[in-house]
């Protein structure tokens, strides 16, 4: 017979003992951003209780009327902010996650099975999970093949276009340094493009890099909470109406309730991002993981592509057996430490072999700056080196993690 208070007890004792473990450490895990409490507190409202399928935008046709007043949020705040931050005519904050995101768009093409998607990412053989997507789709998944991880090659690009005539050709811009759109984009003529900005959307909102529907991008989307601070929620922007009235289209079949909560958490978020500094938080990313990656290789842990400046993004990718130590056991005895990392075994350049990758992201915006990362590098290899160093490392992780003030957050 099942104990329901015993398993009640448990559940909660974990999710505290997860809770007072957040508050003293620092996210290096560059597919997260936990954001402000601003945006998190609509969760803790009657909002994160409700549904919202509202997807014509009359409140005369809703069927559920008591929603007027908390959906003003998304038409008077979220959407507003999202053509701003976009440059887009057309934006929507209805995917729930970057990976519906990306499916919405497929959904959208109105092309026949086994028609070709080709798939442009930093990584000599595209992500896997958006090709089993594009394959559950009934698609054909091509990814682009190149020498060059770092830079995938236009005249490259052309030929695969030319010999498979995709319907769409996704870029996922998520690899230490950004895809060269520019030049790329021009190069898949006749096929519909879109850019996953999950990895680079602070960067893009804050002018950092310049928008891909500038460039010439059908449409992007993404993660609002992988780089940018934001909830566990998607959002997408189209650049023609076309594009957007396919996309209108798929989201009304696809997208029931697409979560009051969560588009005011996005709402508050982007307005935060835009009144605390956002500029200058996108900024403080790149140069914060290049100071990380060159204390890092001060402490004799060189991150990958040191030549290049390590990274033009915020991400850093680390091979530990410099000193001595499998990344899977590095991972570990960093988050006993209290730094939080992702242990890859797929990364470009390592040859299978088990890698760290780390992002600066959220640690930049609870604070962390660059005159910080002298102090985290040698805290971060001496936890490695020393696995009976981990609770000195942890007392010294938690009072940096306390000195931190982040001026990208609203106060209160």
């Known amino acids: 017979m099942v104990d329901v208070e015993d398993l009640l007890t448990a559940g909660l004792d974990a999710l505290s003992s997860h809770q007072r473990r957040a508050a003293r450490v620092i996210s290096l895990v560059p597919t997260e951003n936990a954001g402000s409490r601003l ?59 970057g990976m519906q995101s990306t499916a919405l768009v497929l959904a959208s093409l109105g092309a026949p099975p086994g028609t070709a998607v080709l798939v442009v990412h930093a990584a000599h053989e595209g992500t896997c999970r958006t090709s089993r997507l594009v394959r559950r789709m009934r698609f054909t998944a091509v990814h682009l093949t190149h020498r060059d991880w770092y830079r995938p090659d236009p005249g490259a690009l052309t030929a695969a276009v030319t010999a498979h005539r995709p319907a769409l050709v996704i870029f996922e811009d998520g690899g230490l340094f950004p895809l060269p759109l520019a030049a790329l984009l021009p190069e898949a003529a006749g096929a519909r493009t879109h850019v996953d900005i999950s990895a680079t959307m602070p960067l893009i909102f804050g002018g950092v890099l310049p928008s891909p529907l500038g460039l010439g991008a059908d449409s992007i989307g993404g993660a609002t909470h992988a780089a940018f601070p934001g909830p566990q929620h998607g959002l997408l922007a189209m650049r023609t109406a076309p594009v957007a009235e396919a996309v209108f289209a798929a989201e009304r079949d696809l997208v029931a309730s697409h979560h009051l909560a969560s588009v005011c958490a996005l709402g508050f978020a982007l307005a935060e991002f835009e ?37 033009g993004g915020h991400q850093l990718w680390v091979d530990t057996r410099p000193v001595g130590v499998d990344a899977a056991i590095a991972g570990e005895r960093l988050a006993a430490g209290g730094i939080d990392v992702e242990i890859r075994y797929d990364l470009p350049g390592f040859g299978g072999v088990p890698a760290l990758s780390l992002g600066v992201a959220e640690a930049v915006h609870a604070g962390l700056g660059e005159q910080h990362v002298a102090r985290l590098a040698g805290l971060m290899v001496l936890a490695i080196r020393d696995p009976d160093a981990r609770d000195r490392v ?19």
């Open 275 to 311: 009144s605390r500094a956002g500029v200058r938080y996108a900024r403080a990313i790149v140069h914060t993981a290049r100071a990380l990656g060159a204390a890092l290789a001060a402490e004799g842990l060189t991150p990958q592509a040191a030549e290049r400046g390590y990274t």
């Open 39 to 97: 945006a998190r507190g609509a969760y803790a409202t009657d909002a994160g209780a409700r549904a919202f399928y509202n997807i014509d935008g009359d409140p005369d046709g809703w069927t559920l009327p008591s929603r007027r007043h908390a959906a003003r949020i998304e038409t008077e705040l979220t959407l507003p902010l999202l053509h701003h931050v976009t440059g887009a005519s057309y934006v929507s904050a209805r995917p729930l996650s």
């Open 394 to 412: 942890a007392f010294d992780v938690r009072a940096l993690r306390q000195h931190l003030r982040s001026p990208y957050m609203l106060p209160g």
